[in-house]
Every structure is written in C-alpha cells, then in structure tokens.
C-alpha cells in the first residue's frame, strides 16, 4: 500500500564538512547513515583537504552506503572563510528542500531523528529553520525548535557556530542556552543561514547575543 503521510514526502539533505576526522567519521559517521523510518534522506560530507585516513574511510562507507555522497574541498581555494564556503559546495550538492548542517562531533542519539524531524517540518506550515536539540542523559528524547524566519534563528547560529568554537560548549540547560546539535534551513535561505558562521563574535556583541537566545528560550 502506498504510504500517503505528510513525511513521507519530505526528503532531507544532511551536510557536514570534515578535516582529518578519521576517528570521529568511523565512530560517528553511521549514526547519520544508519537512521531508521521512511524519510528519504542523504548525507553529504564535504572532505577539506584531510591529510589523515579521511578519504579511505569515506570511500568505505560510500561502498556500504549508497545515501552518503563525499566531495573534496582543494587547499589551494582562498577564501576569508574556508568553512563558509566548505559548506555551501556541500550544500551545491545537496538534492533537497531542508538542508541540515551538522557537526561529527554532535551525532545523533535517537535512530529516529530524522523521521521525527520530518514530522516536525510536515506538521507545521512556512517554516524556515528548525534547531535540533538532544540529551545525551535520555538518549530517545529529541527536541525540535521551530522558526516561522530565519532571522529569528540567526543569533543562536551567531552564538554557537562563532569562530572560537566555543559555541556548543557545556552539557546543561542545553536549549536555554541555545547548544543545539543540529540546524535545518529551508534551501531558499541556506546561503543567508551559511553566512552566519565562523564569524568573530565577542565582547559586547557576545553579551547581546547571549541575552538574546536565554530571552527567547527562557521559558522552554
């Protein structure tokens, strides 16, 4: 019987840009492949130049799994943010409507993630972003965060993805604090959403953006 729920239909692009993370691509890189339900769903790891066994594990996974697709990001491309730019060949790539930018540091910690994140796009109308939230505690429990624009997502984007890492620090009052493991945007704002990365944040600006986020998450 054909399946007819709103799901379904959703198909997802899941990007991630990699530099010599052999070790975390071989521990972490299945828990994205790996997910189970009916979402159509790709992965896309985007190699910058790796020096390690990078490429070999990319290449044996790709062979077990016909939903990843790699491509390499060449050293020799300036650019005032390799990541920036890492990311949008990445999203080049992608075939969906929702991209989803995550980290191989932050797998997933449900197998149903991304069925529930489908669910979470098909169940509520003119979304641009989704923040995806999990707690390492209780493995199952997955919050998602919805945003009607874009712009009401970019100072938690600011906030974590800021070029000192720091970002996605600490394991407490993670979505008060904004920790998200995962973004999803909808692809007619990817580039806008992509911008706000790996840009220095501090000082006042910081404080700002800090405010921000607890003030809108304050009473989640």
């Known amino acids: ?16 840009v990699v530099h010599n993370e052999a070790e975390l691509l071989q521990q972490n890189l299945p828990l994205f492949l790996a997910q189970i339900g009916d979402t159509a769903y790709e992965v896309i790891v985007v190699d910058d130049s790796s020096s390690d066994a990078t490429p070999d594990i990319l290449k044996s996974m790709k062979a077990e799994y016909p939903h990843l697709h ?17 990311m949008s060949v ?4 992608a075939h969906s409507e929702w991209i989803v930018l995550v980290d191989i540091n932050r797998p997933p910690t449900s197998e149903k993630w991304i069925d529930n994140l489908a669910q979470t796009i098909s169940n509520e109308q003119n979304l641009e972003a989704v923040l995806v939230y999990s707690d390492k505690k209780q493995q199952d429990t997955i919050c998602y965060q919805s ?7 970019i100072p938690f984007i600011l906030k974590a993805e800021r070029r000192s890492g720091h970002g996605h620090q600490g394991k407490h009052l993670k979505i008060k604090r904004g920790i998200y493991d995962a973004v999803t945007i909808r692809r007619t704002r990817i580039y806008d959403a992509i911008r706000q990365y ?3 944040i501090k000082g006042l600006r910081l404080t700002r953006l800090r405010l921000s986020v607890g003030w809108n998450n304050l009473w989640n």
């Open 1 to 16: 019987m054909e399946n007819t729920t709103k799901e379904k239909d959703v198909k997802l692009s899941v990007v991630m």
């Open 70 to 86: 790699t491509t390499f990001f060449p050293k020799s491309v300036p650019n005032p943010s390799r990541l920036q730019l890492a």
């Open 90 to 93: 990445g999203v080049k790539a």
């Open 147 to 153: 945003f009607q624009q874009l712009e009401e997502v």
């Open 198 to 200: 790996d840009r220095i």
